[in-house]
């Protein structure tokens, strides 16, 4: 059986690749090999291992100069670095992957009881984005975003969609970067309630590192944007709970719910 294969012509658009490896009109590259399952591992390697590719730098980049990533992509660089969709729908088989590991390696699993005394409206969400995770990474962002462009509104450096950008970019490398630190801490179970607090101060440094440099702004004045962010949050949340009572009363007048 033969190895390879004879290319004359790139199979993306059809140009004539004559004696190169790369099409001059589509930069697709040259695929002469039959597939196989070395050639396969190969394949995948080459795109997310090799300390070069675009993944290694998209994780290293956010990390360290998240505004450059941001920036980049806000202003239309899309080949430096993994395009937004693509480093979220990754951010999401992680967290799968790390649901799926919970469950069937650590027996992890939402503990009903911890929703015992929650309004019915307010369980009821609580319980589908546990069993959904993936929902909840879409009910945050646009969230995160609202109060985004609360805080920085004098600003007026980004608008609502690129603030939306901004903050799946956050949610998603926040998920990617503890991705191996949680399955370890699934490791000592009597542990997790108490490294969630951890994992927040985090988030919250890392939220801090990322508006600072986007913004260009002091730490001194980040922070105290940072507290302003809190204060919108818990007014948020008050409200969405006061809106979930009277929901919640509404539906058991009705007999909707018990």
Not at 9 to 36: H, M
Not at 55 to 69: A, C, E, G, M, Q
Not at 228 to 251: D, K, Q
């Amino acid at each position: 059986m033969k190895k390879s294969l004879t290319i004359n012509n790139c199979k993306n658009c059809n140009y004539d690749l004559e004696d190169v490896n790369f099409c001059s009109n589509c930069g697709a590259k040259k695929i002469t090999k039959r597939i196989t399952f070395k050639n396969l591992v190969s394949e995948i390697s080459e795109v997310y291992l090799n300390v070069d590719n675009t993944f290694i730098k998209t994780i290293r980049d956010l990390t360290i100069k998240p505004h450059i990533v941001i920036d980049g992509y806000i202003n239309g660089v899309r080949k430096k670095h993994l395009n937004l969709a693509s480093y979220f729908l990754l951010s999401i088989t992680f967290s799968a992957i790390l649901s799926f590991i919970s469950e069937q390696f650590f027996d992890i699993q939402s503990d009903p009881k911890n929703h015992e005394n929650t309004n019915e409206v307010i369980k009821f969400f609580l319980e589908t984005t546990e069993k959904y995770p993936t929902l909840g990474y879409f009910l945050l962002i646009p969230f995160y975003s609202l109060i985004s462009k609360f805080v920085f509104r004098k600003y007026k450096k980004y608008n609502f969609t690129e603030l939306i950008v901004i903050n799946t970019y956050f949610i998603a490398h926040l998920t990617i970067l503890t991705f191996i630190p949680y399955i370890i801490i699934y490791s000592f179970r009597d542990y997790i309630e108490e490294t969630s607090f951890y994992f927040l101060i985090l988030q919250l440094a890392y939220g801090t590192f990322l508006f600072k440099n986007l913004y260009k702004l002091s730490y001194k004045k980040i922070i105290s944007r940072g507290f302003l962010a809190m204060l919108f949050f818990v007014l948020i949340v008050a409200g969405f709970t006061l809106i979930a009572g009277i929901a919640t009363g509404i539906l058991k007048e009705y007999g909707l719910i018990n």
